[in-house]
């Protein structure tokens, strides 16, 4: 046997992610895909002794897995196994010629870098957001039991991110802003659009780094993954690393009075003009409808 198996991690939300990834890879190289999900009592042996017995006797090609804490702990050692090095964060995949090609972020998102990995298995992690989720019909999970801890290792509590006040990733309309707001005190102008909508107001990573919102509503590579229903982007630029964190927004609205902005690209409905002018009446139509 050979193609692509995605390594789950159980009860994680990038897993769903990984696996339509793997999904739209398969159907690319002309691959089958398969799923796991390693269970038992985690260690890195354990897992990686596992995993690395499943792939020499299938004999897969291409081994993804989420970009989660745990991935980051055990897959380095598994590629290692194979003499091979773990592509991480992988942003996207392509496919020319039959000839895969792998796009992962450089100096905080600053640049891409496009990778052609030599040698089989290739073993990446997918950044969170890279992929929609929910694209994988007919794949199934199977779960396989790994071995306890070995010897050298006693498996500690499972680390868990500090709980978040505000989860926006469940929240099915967000208001976003971004440098172009200008002053903190220019905010009120988002919070009166995001009441009149009843969204959740979200921003890029300078607001939240200059202390105007909380880093608990940060959209981006290094913040919260978002898929609303309508994501409404005010005076953002639209930088790589906050694209990839709302790109599951099924409706884009940008607001930018620049009218090369990235944020356009990837807008459904696109207005190139000044936020200050445009907000205001936005706000007062919006509530208008509602009566």
Same mark, same amino acid.
């Given at each position: 046997?050979?193609g692509?198996?995605a /390594?789950?991690?159980?009860?994680?939300k990038l897993?769903?992610?990984t696996?339509? !990834?793997? /999904?739209d890879?398969?159907?690319?190289?002309?691959? #089958?895909?398969h799923?796991?999900?390693?269970?038992?009592?985690y260690?890195?042996?354990?897992?990686t002794d596992g995993?690395?017995?499943l792939?020499?006797?299938?004999?897969?090609?291409? /081994?993804l897995?989420?970009?989660t804490?745990?991935v980051r +702990?055990?897959a380095p050692?598994?590629?290692t196994?194979?003499?091979?090095s773990?592509?991480?964060?992988?942003?996207r995949?392509?496919v020319d010629?039959g000839?895969?090609f792998v796009?992962?972020?450089?100096f905080?998102?600053?640049?891409? !870098?496009?990778?052609?990995?030599?040698?089989?298995?290739?073993?990446?992690?997918l950044?969170?957001?890279a992929?929609r989720a929910?694209e !994988?019909?007919?794949v199934?999970?199977e779960?396989?039991?790994?071995?306890?801890?070995?010897?050298?290792?006693?498996p500690?509590e499972k680390?868990?991110?500090?709980?978040?006040? /505000?989860?926006l #990733?469940a929240?099915?309309i967000i208001?976003?802003?971004?440098?172009?707001i200008?002053?903190k005190?220019?905010?009120?102008?988002?919070?009166?659009?995001?009441?009149?909508l009843?969204a959740?107001?979200?921003a890029?990573?300078?607001?939240?780094?200059?202390?105007?919102?909380p880093?608990e509503?940060q959209v981006?590579?290094?913040?919260?993954?978002? @898929?609303?229903k309508?994501?409404v982007?005010?005076?953002l630029?639209?930088?790589?690393?906050?694209?990839?964190g709302? &790109?599951g @927004?099924k409706?884009?609205?940008?607001?930018?009075?620049?009218?090369?902005?990235?944020?356009?690209?990837?807008?459904?409905?696109?207005m190139c !003009? +000044?936020l200050?002018?445009?907000?205001?009446?936005?706000?007062?139509a919006?509530r208008?409808? &509602?009566?």
């Amino acid at each position: 046997m050979s193609g692509i198996l995605a /390594v789950l991690e159980a009860g994680h939300k990038l897993s769903a992610e990984t696996l339509a !990834a793997a /999904v739209d890879l398969g159907a690319k190289l002309g691959l #089958s895909v398969h799923s796991v999900e390693p269970g038992g009592t985690y260690t890195a042996d354990g897992f990686t002794d596992g995993l690395a017995e499943l792939i020499r006797t299938k004999q897969f090609q291409v /081994v993804l897995f989420p970009h989660t804490y745990q991935v980051r +702990d055990f897959a380095p050692k598994l590629a290692t196994r194979f003499d091979r090095s773990l592509i991480s964060d992988v942003i996207r995949l392509r496919v020319d010629g039959g000839v895969l090609f792998v796009t992962r972020q450089l100096f905080q998102g600053k640049l891409n !870098a496009e990778i052609k990995p030599l040698g089989e298995p290739v073993f990446l992690s997918l950044q969170a957001g890279a992929y929609r989720a929910g694209e !994988a019909a007919g794949v199934v999970v199977e779960a396989m039991p790994v071995a306890g801890a070995a010897p050298r290792q006693k498996p500690e509590e499972k680390f868990r991110e500090a709980a978040r006040a /505000v989860d926006l #990733s469940a929240a099915p309309i967000i208001v976003s802003v971004g440098r172009g707001i200008k002053e903190k005190e220019n905010l009120s102008l988002i919070e009166d659009l995001a009441g009149a909508l009843g969204a959740e107001i979200a921003a890029s990573r300078p607001i939240c780094d200059n202390g105007w919102l909380p880093m608990e509503r940060q959209v981006g590579s290094s913040g919260q993954t978002v @898929a609303p229903k309508l994501y409404v982007a005010v005076g953002l630029s639209g930088a790589i690393q906050h694209l990839v964190g709302m &790109k599951g @927004a099924k409706t884009v609205v940008a607001i930018n009075k620049d009218e090369n902005a990235p944020i356009f690209e990837v807008a459904d409905y696109g207005m190139c !003009a +000044d936020l200050f002018e445009v907000l205001p009446a936005l706000t007062a139509a919006i509530r208008a409808a &509602k009566g």
